[in-house]
């Protein structure tokens, strides 16, 4: 009668078990015989299972960001190839992905990847000339061009400054630097004053002042009282030493557009500023262009 009972009891489990669709002591790759399993036994399985559930997630995790690194580096590259400029010479305008009017010294036609050096070529609507920002009445800037101060400009002038200052000379910097706005009230000022036809004569309009290049330098007095003294004969004499040409001299008003002004010097780098002034032309007839409102 025991062995009955216990007989119908082992039979009931198999039944059960059967039913929910698994078989007693069997695993997944391969039969086994049924096995005791101890309570030691059985919180080992579970961390077993748990360290191998989260290995997985730390691997599925890695390979992801893996799988995204990769995906930024092929955008990165594929950007940088779509916005390099076109090589070759010639006058052309290149759209650039870094930040607009950045402008910390004179570039060269190579900072933009044009090879050989083109006569004149624009970028982010500034022109060159060899490797020379230009602006004069035919050249304009943008509005949002506001570099501040060019730092090598501001350095050679130090060094002229500090030369002149050891002959007995007393140069200093009077004006610099002149965004659009600041430029467009100190022009309208004069124009209320003199009128425009007067005004043109010694003021640019905003968007045409070299000052707004970040490149020009008034120094001492800002008038007529300049000329003539041995601080304004010197400038004229000895500024391209330093990079700088006398922008605006004696006797070439029609070609540069601008009475003559002894105290405005404008920096192109040494190699430039040599051939300008050994040239005794003016910017605009050593490149070649001209300087009227169009």
């Not at 096995?35 to 919180?43: I, P």
């Not at 997985?56 to 930024?72: C, F, G, Q």
């Not at 022009?187 to 020009?216: K, M």
Request: proline share 5%; with cysteine.
């Amino acid at each position: 009668m025991k062995k009955t009972i216990l007989g119908a009891i082992a039979l009931t489990a198999i039944l059960s078990c059967s039913a929910c669709g698994k078989d007693v002591g069997k695993s997944d790759e391969s039969p086994l015989a049924p096995v005791t399993t101890t309570n030691e036994e059985v919180s080992a399985a579970v961390t077993t299972t748990a360290s191998k559930t989260n290995e997985k997630t730390t691997t599925t995790t890695s390979d992801e960001e893996s799988e995204t690194t990769t995906t930024a580096e092929e955008v990165t590259e594929n950007t940088t190839t779509a916005d390099a400029a076109p090589a070759g010479g010639g006058e052309s305008s290149v759209q650039q992905s870094s930040p607009a009017h950045s402008h910390d010294s004179v570039p060269s036609p190579n900072d933009y990847n044009y090879g050989p050096a083109p006569a004149q070529y624009n970028i982010d609507g500034l022109t060159y000339i060899q490797g020379v920002l230009i602006a004069n009445k035919s050249y304009s800037l943008p509005a949002d061009f506001n570099p501040g101060i060019d730092p090598t400009c501001q350095s050679q002038f130090n060094k002229l400054q500090s030369d002149a200052s050891a002959q007995g000379l007393n140069i200093w910097f009077a004006s610099g630097f002149r965004s659009y706005d600041y430029q467009s009230q100190i022009y309208n000022n004069y124009v209320a004053r003199d009128g425009q036809a007067a005004a043109d004569t010694y003021s640019a309009r905003p968007g045409h002042s070299e000052h707004q290049t970040g490149l020009a330098i008034d120094v001492n007095q800002i008038d007529d009282s300049f000329i003539g003294t041995p601080e304004a004969i010197w400038l004229e004499n000895h500024c391209h030493e330093y990079g700088f040409i006398l922008r605006y001299p004696q006797g070439k008003q029609d070609i540069t557009g601008y009475k003559y002004e002894s105290w405005h010097i404008r920096y192109v780098g040494t190699d430039m500023s040599y051939a300008i002034h050994n040239s005794g032309l003016t910017l605009e007839e050593y490149f070649g262009i001209d300087s009227y409102y169009h």
